[in-house]
């Protein structure tokens, strides 16, 4: 079964650093998602990708973050300077049609010190 | 109003027990249902889409009420495997899924 892949599986930063998580679509998937989730809280949406542009963010996804698609493959979030309360898992998900499930990666656990 | 609510639990069960888990979900536009299950600190997967007629695969029964805003998972013989937090998932606005807090449940041998 094809599979979402995310590098680093854990990344370990300092508060201020920029960091950049990746993703590898499963490659016909045309919407890509990132999600986050803090230790022991919910699975939060960031942004919606699609047609190499924000199709829709949250709150969370302040002017701190960005995402693009630089090589037509990988699919990254970038946090320009990280915070503490960044530290969470950060999940890659990618859909084929419109109102599919969503297929996750394994994550990025993201620690800011 | 939570847009997409779930009991917490936990939930501890005997093994082969029948266990139901409920959601409430408050945009009434929505249009795509499903479950997910999520092991510790591992990815949410993919249990089942839930469909208006309701939906059964195996051991786990989906319904959708549509009326009342609420979904619904049915795991009937549960066995030590099925440990694990259930998500409920529901298209809130646009293409964007929003999860539910999820459910934690415990199957004891």
């Known amino acids: 079964e094809p599979e979402v892949t995310q590098t680093p599986s854990h990344q370990v930063t300092q508060m201020g650093q920029e960091v950049i998580l990746r993703c590898v679509p499963i490659?016909?998937?045309?919407?890509f998602y990132w999600y986050r989730q803090i230790l022991g809280q919910k699975v939060e949406f960031l942004v919606s990708?699609?047609?190499?542009?924000?199709?829709?963010k949250s709150e969370i996804f302040d002017d701190q973050f960005s995402v693009e698609r630089p090589d037509g493959s990988n699919f990254t979030l970038k946090i320009r300077s990280t915070k503490l309360e960044d530290s969470a898992m950060y999940f890659c998900?990618?859909?084929?049609?419109?109102?599919?499930?969503?297929?996750f990666g394994n994550g990025t656990r993201l620690t800011v010190t | 109003r939570k847009e997409v609510e779930q009991d917490p639990g936990p939930f501890n069960v005997p093994e082969g027990a029948t266990v139901a888990f409920n959601c409430t979900y408050s945009?009434?536009?929505?249009?795509?249902f499903f479950w997910y299950r999520q092991d510790c600190r591992k990815e949410p997967k993919l249990l089942m889409s839930v469909y208006s007629s309701g939906n059964e695969d195996g051991r786990f029964t989906a319904q959708l009420n549509r009326a009342s805003q609420y979904i619904s998972l049915l795991i009937r013989d549960s066995k030590l495997s099925d440990s694990a937090t259930y998500l409920c998932v529901v298209n809130n606005a646009g293409n964007m899924l929003t999860f539910g807090g999820g459910t934690r449940l415990m199957v004891k041998p």
């Open positions: 945009n009434s536009a929505s249009q795509s």
């Open positions: 490659s016909n998937h045309l919407y």
């Open positions: 990708f699609y047609n190499n542009e924000i199709s829709e």
């Open positions: 998900a990618t859909q084929g049609v419109r109102d599919s499930p969503l297929h």
